[in-house]
């Protein structure tokens, strides 16, 4: 009777161990993927399932004042956009990328740019995506999107890109 026990509480166990996750993947799949992540080059992503949607159906970049790391209410409306992506791709992982405009010393400028990925990546965790998924890098002002000089051209370089993956 008691080997029969063990028996049955065993199987449960081995059951409850091949169970899916409530997000539809397979719980082994998803610790395998948050793992691979913590050892991702995230300056050189492959391509995924996540990436090119993304690109597609949210918008990817907002914008920041001069010198701030403050979201304004556009930033926001374009993040909580990325927010619900997310929940609706419980599996995909985000890298943040901060930047910065030309103007202040690189040094500033990549904690600047950190700043700004963090701050985005905070914004994220207080909407309950896992902070898990998330990844941060600045690149400061060393890759700009708009070339010259100008509040034109800086605008378009103050701002956090998410990327998929």
Known sequence: MKKAFVVLLMSCALL???????????????ASRLNE???ADITNLNDTQYSERFQREVQPVIY???????????????????????QENPNAMIVVEGHCDERGTREYNLALGERRANAVKDYFVLKGIDAN?????????????????????WSKNRRAVTIAN
């Not at 409850?16 to 998803?30: I, L, Q």
């Not at 920041?64 to 997310?86: E, P, R």
Request: aromatic share 8%; proline share 2%.
């Open 16 to 30: 409850a161990g091949c169970a899916s996750s409530d997000k539809g993947g397979d719980v082994s799949t998803d």
């Open 37 to 39: 992540w913590d050892t």
């Open 64 to 86: 920041f004042s001069f010198n701030s790391v403050a979201l304004s209410a556009d930033a926001m409306n374009v993040l909580n956009t990325q927010v619900a992506w997310l």
């Open 133 to 153: 998924r998330i990844r941060i890098i600045s690149y400061g002002k060393e890759r700009p999107e708009v070339l010259g000089a100008g509040e034109e051209a």
